[in-house]
């Protein structure tokens, strides 16, 4: 081989060296790297999103791109301007820290049953007394409910279960049309709740009959025929007097306002 040969086929090998290097560092200067942000698969919420309930988080299968939803914590407060929630309320529906107590249990199992489920969590069955419902999750529903039962519960008994209702009061003025007992002033002879259905038979004195026919009253007679929970028709003389016997104790159950 000459020299000069061999020269100028050096020189030409260098040349395209050079440009394959110069491209390979052009492609490298447009690759984007991903924040830590982005590889965690965490999207940040907007201020508008923590203003709501559902808020965008880490997903938890990457493929659905779907967010996982969570809710604001339960904020529930006994200190209200309504009558006084006294011990046996507290006690036997909701406590400070949201858990059911065996009444407020009760209750829970038996809304969220097949029968009434639809009826008491739709988007508005108790909208009128909880602005806010349907932006809760369904357990912060729940408790809403057990919340307004226990207002509820509150207004015609103190809470007591064995509390027996009179037809008057020591002045002679009429209070019910019929003697009652219990949470919710049912009629104490069952001849007298034949007209509520078979929810409503059994024992009256029991904490169960009285919540099964508390509820089926609600569910057929209000939410089932589109009255809402607050009608001024209801069984309930609080609920028909709500603004000044409901409301000051729902306004207890923060998150729904």
């Known amino acids: 081989m000459k020299p000069k040969t061999f020269i100028q086929k050096l020189s030409v090998a260098l040349l395209f060296f050079a440009a394959g290097a110069a ?10 790297v991903p924040s830590p942000r982005a590889r965690t698969g965490v999207v ?14 880490p997903c938890e299968n990457c493929g659905d791109k779907k967010p996982v939803t969570r809710y604001r914590p339960t904020v529930l407060s006994f200190r209200t301007k309504g009558k006084p929630l006294g011990p046996a309320c507290r006690s036997q529906f909701i406590k ?8 407020g249990r009760k209750i829970a199992t038996l809304i969220k049953s097949p029968a009434y489920k639809d009826k008491f969590f739709s988007g508005r069955s108790l909208r009128a007394f909880c602005p806010r419902f349907s932006k809760l999750s369904e357990g912060q529903q729940t408790q809403a409910w057990v919340w307004f039962w226990m207002v509820l519960a509150n207004e015609e008994s103190t809470c007591n279960v064995h509390l027996p209702h009179k037809t ?23 001849q007298h709740r034949n007209w509520r259905g078979k929810m409503c038979q059994g024992n009256i004195k029991t904490a169960d009959v009285q919540v099964n026919c508390a509820v089926h009253t609600m569910a057929s007679t209000q939410l089932s025929r589109k009255r809402g929970v607050r009608w001024t028709g209801s069984y309930w003389g ?20």
């Open 96 to 103: 400070a820290n949201g858990e059911f107590g065996a009444i």
């Open 238 to 257: 609080p609920i028909r007097r709500a603004g000044r016997q409901i409301m000051p104790n729902m306004e207890g159950f923060k998150s729904c306002f």
């Open 44 to 57: 940040a919420a907007s201020p508008q999103d923590r203003r709501t309930e559902a808020v965008a988080g």
């Open 168 to 190: 008057h009061l020591p002045n002679g003025k009429r209070l019910n049309p019929k003697p009652g007992y219990g949470l919710y002033a049912a009629e104490l002879y069952p």
């Open 23 to 32: 491209e390979a560092g052009s492609n490298l200067s447009q690759l984007v």
